[in-house]
């Protein structure tokens, strides 16, 4: 099993709709969890990060956290054509480790 | 805004020979890590270091790679004998003490083996 896993996608939205991004995790001990956003050769861009179960919201975007389902969800409403990017969910203390195990991260094509 | 700043954008090398890759952290964060992505797969952990000394390691972290911080303000990553596969996007992040606070990347540099 996987221990970050996502959806490659791409998922692909009309402008102006939400966008719904998922993430599972293998480890219940995983504390902390990010969402970063990485636009082709660059670097990833920190968008939200959750520790707490339920809704954490930011402007046009709101993380989930389901800690007894072990997932973690990004919506993003109102999606710009330049939200167009790859996410990537990442978990911190995976097996007790402090930096960041991520997942493969989902491509998100927003249609003008 | 603070960010983390990261020398070279680009390295060229022959296989074989030593690289250095440069960072310079946020200034009051305490956790330094590297993370590299090699082209078209996921980013990975390799090193993060706390109080002068490396607090985690991956195991791509093995013998032919060391990381420093020489001065107040620099952190490094050494390959000492480059190989092909040492192709990547190579990532510097930061974090403040708390436990639960976000890593903040540098824009990385790309290294390329020849």
């Known amino acids: 099993q996987k221990e970050v896993e996502q959806n490659s996608g791409p998922l692909s939205v009309p402008e102006g709709a939400i966008a719904s991004l998922n993430c599972t995790y293998s480890?219940?001990?995983?504390?902390?969890f990010f969402w970063y956003r990485q636009y082709s050769g660059k670097s990833p861009e920190l968008i939200m990060f959750?520790?707490?179960?339920g809704d954490k919201e930011d402007g046009r975007f709101t993380a989930q956290l389901n800690k007894a389902s072990q997932y973690v969800s990004l919506l993003i409403r109102d999606s710009q054509p330049s939200d167009s990017a790859t996410y990537l969910c990442?978990?911190?203390?995976?097996?007790?480790?402090?930096?960041?195990?991520f997942g493969s991260g989902t491509r998100l094509q927003v249609q003008p | 805004e603070p960010e983390v700043t990261q020398t070279p954008s680009h390295q060229v090398t022959q296989m074989g020979q030593e690289v250095i890759l440069r960072c310079v952290p946020i200034?009051?964060?305490?956790?330094f890590y590297w993370y590299r992505q090699i082209l078209g797969q996921k980013v990975e952990f390799l090193v993060s270091?706390?109080?002068?000394?490396?607090?985690?390691k991956s195991e791509i972290f093995d013998d032919q790679f060391s990381v420093e911080r020489p001065d107040g303000s620099n952190f490094t990553l050494k390959i000492r004998s480059t190989k092909l596969e040492d192709s990547a996007m190579y990532f510097c992040?930061?974090?403040?003490?708390?436990?639960?606070?976000?890593?903040?990347f540098g824009d990385g540099t790309r290294l390329s083996i020849l």
């Open positions: 992040a930061s974090s403040s003490d708390t436990s639960n606070q976000p890593q903040h």
């Open positions: 480890d219940r001990g995983s504390q902390s």
């Open positions: 959750i520790y707490s179960n």
């Open positions: 990442a978990a911190a203390w995976m097996r007790g480790r402090r930096a960041l195990t």
């Open positions: 200034s009051n964060h305490l956790y």
């Open positions: 270091f706390y109080n002068n000394e490396i607090s985690e």
